[in-house]
């Protein structure tokens, strides 16, 4: 079978209801990545631009503000050229904003000294899951973070 009979299925089942949005979004993204090849419009193999757009989060513990200014630009500028980066942009920008939503809460909560084991917990969660992430990306795997809040879909 050919890749496009491949999206057929695929978009024939997501319409039965018999696999989720998810679901469908992930085995897309599998069936459009098989073979690895690399994407002339973003300069390298689109897998590993997908790695590095999750691990450029790292950027903000080097200087602040930076992980959150690269993995957007990473978005933006290509989200138009593949609809994995589109997808992998969307789900990381959802979980920036939704660990800022939950530092600020822990924060505010560090004045009933509760908020230092939220905030420890909260940065063990980030480094995880941005390395799970990752290694997901480069497999050529969507995965959503867990924990984060919808903002973009």
């Known amino acids: 079978m050919d890749k496009y009979e491949d999206l057929r299925i695929l978009e024939e089942l997501r319409s039965k209801g018999a696999i989720s949005e998810e679901e469908f979004q992930r085995e897309k993204a599998k069936i459009l990545n098989s073979g690895n090849q690399r994407n002339s419009s973003l ?10 757009m ?39 920008a959802n979980f920036m904003l939704s660990m800022l939503i939950y530092v600020v809460v822990s924060a505010i909560l560090c004045l009933l000294l509760v908020g230092f084991v939220l905030l420890a917990a909260l940065a063990v969660i980030e480094i995880v ?15 959503p973070y867990p924990i984060t809040i919808r903002f973009f879909s």
């Open 129 to 143: 899951f941005i390395i799970l992430a990752a290694v997901k990306a480069n497999r050529g795997e969507y995965w």
């Open 54 to 92: 999750h691990l450029s989060q790292f950027g903000g513990f080097i200087v602040p503000g930076l992980g959150f200014i690269i993995p957007i630009v990473m978005w933006l500028v290509n989200a138009d050229k593949s609809e994995a980066v589109n997808m992998h942009g969307k789900n990381i």
């Open 43 to 52: 300069g390298m193999d689109e897998n590993t631009y997908l790695t590095l």
